[in-house]
Each structure stands twice: as structure tokens, then as C-alpha cells.
């Protein structure tokens, strides 16, 4: 019943944006680790942006540093990815990650398509 629900993503032509959603359901996301994944046709799943939740610690990948940005809504118990500047090699499959401080949780949430292309 502990759920990541995605929402957002589609076809977007390259230097669009495109922001993704990703709400917690049975569960809160306070102090949880946060990520988002992506896997591209062929290859593995990768982090792109990675965030601590207790001391903020981030990890991102190279070739999304500046134009991804990851944020938490407690609020809307909501994760978000706002994804700018595009590129056709950022078509992927993407998907939320949310991990308790014990570990004792993980979660994925159901993966969501963006397409770049023009």
C-alpha cells in the first residue's frame, strides 16, 4: 500500500521544459532520501539527482547540472523534477525514489515516459 505515484512527463521538443510529480501515499516524506532515476532505451538506470534527507548531501549527475532541478513539497507530500533546456539524449524513462533513514522503505514510484524530440 506504501506508494510513489508519478504524474507529469510526455513529448517535449528539445530546450523545452517539463516538470515531473511524484506523491507519496501511505506514508510521509519528511526526512526521507529522495531521488530521481531514469533509464534510456539500452542502458541501465542511472541517478540523476539524488538529495539526504538529513543533511541535505545531493549527488547529481554531470550531464544534467544545471538545468534539473529536484525539490520537496512536504506540503503535498510531493516530490518534483523540474527538468529544463532539454536534450533528445534526456529520453528516458523516469522514475521517483524515496528511502527512510533506516532503510527500512524503500520505494519506486511507476516510471513515466519523456520524449525530446523535435
Known amino acids: 500500500q506504501l506508494q510513489l505515484v508519478q504524474s507529469g512527463g510526455g513529448l517535449v521538443q528539445p530546450g523545452g521544459s517539463l516538470r515531473l510529480s511524484c506523491a507519496a501515499h501511505a506514508f510521509f516524506l519528511d526526512n526521507y532520501d529522495i531521488g530521481w532515476f531514469r533509464q534510456a532505451p539500452g542502458q541501465a538506470r542511472e541517478g540523476i539527482l539524488c538529495v539526504n534527507g538529513s543533511d541535505a548531501t545531493t549527488y547529481v549527475l554531470d550531464s544534467v547540472k544545471g538545468r534539473f532541478v529536484i525539490s520537496r513539497e512536504n506540503g503535498k507530500n510531493t516530490i518534483s523534477l523540474q527538468m529544463n533546456s532539454l536534450k533528445p539524449d534526456d529520453t528516458a524513462v523516469y522514475y521517483c525514489?524515496?528511502?527512510?533513514?533506516?532503510?527500512?522503505?524503500?520505494?519506486w514510484g511507476q516510471g513515466t515516459q519523456v520524449t525530446v524530440s523535435s
Open positions: 525514489n524515496a528511502r527512510n533513514s533506516g532503510w527500512s522503505k524503500l520505494l
